[in-house]
Nanobody
């Protein structure tokens, strides 16, 4: 099983970026997929998640209205579209997958993890 996260980079405040999480070895239709982020000195936190099968989504309050998580079933890939980026969005972003039918906030609930991709938002 492999989750390949990509798309990070440096962007100015107010800009946009899209992260991708391509899965192999598992189907994201049978796994709830989430994006977490971890800033230096902080705990890993849930950013957004998309439920298996139903495609229902959940977001952290801090990103609601700015970030959108979607899934391309044909490509077995989940995306995180990030708009109106703020310096406080700066972190390493990780994608994760779990057999759970719900988006869980605890990283411990996710069995599979990507390698992380860095996002830096400058003011």
């Amino acid at each position: 099983v492999q989750l390949q996260a990509s798309g990070g980079g440096m962007v100015q405040a107010g800009g946009s970026l899209r992260l991708s999480c391509a899965a192999s070895g598992i189907s994201l239709l049978t796994h709830t997929t989430a994006w977490f982020r971890q800033a230096p000195g902080k705990e890993r936190e849930l950013v957004a998640g998309i439920r298996r099968t139903s495609s229902g989504t959940d977001y952290a309050n801090s990103v609601k209205g700015r970030f959108t998580i979607t899934r391309d079933n044909a490509k077995n890939t989940v995306y995180l579209q990030m708009n109106s980026l703020k310096p406080e969005d700066t972190a390493i972003y990780y994608c994760a997958a779990a057999r759970s039918g719900l988006v869980r906030t605890s990283p411990n609930e996710y069995a599979y993890w990507g390698q992380g991709t860095q996002l830096t938002v400058s003011s």
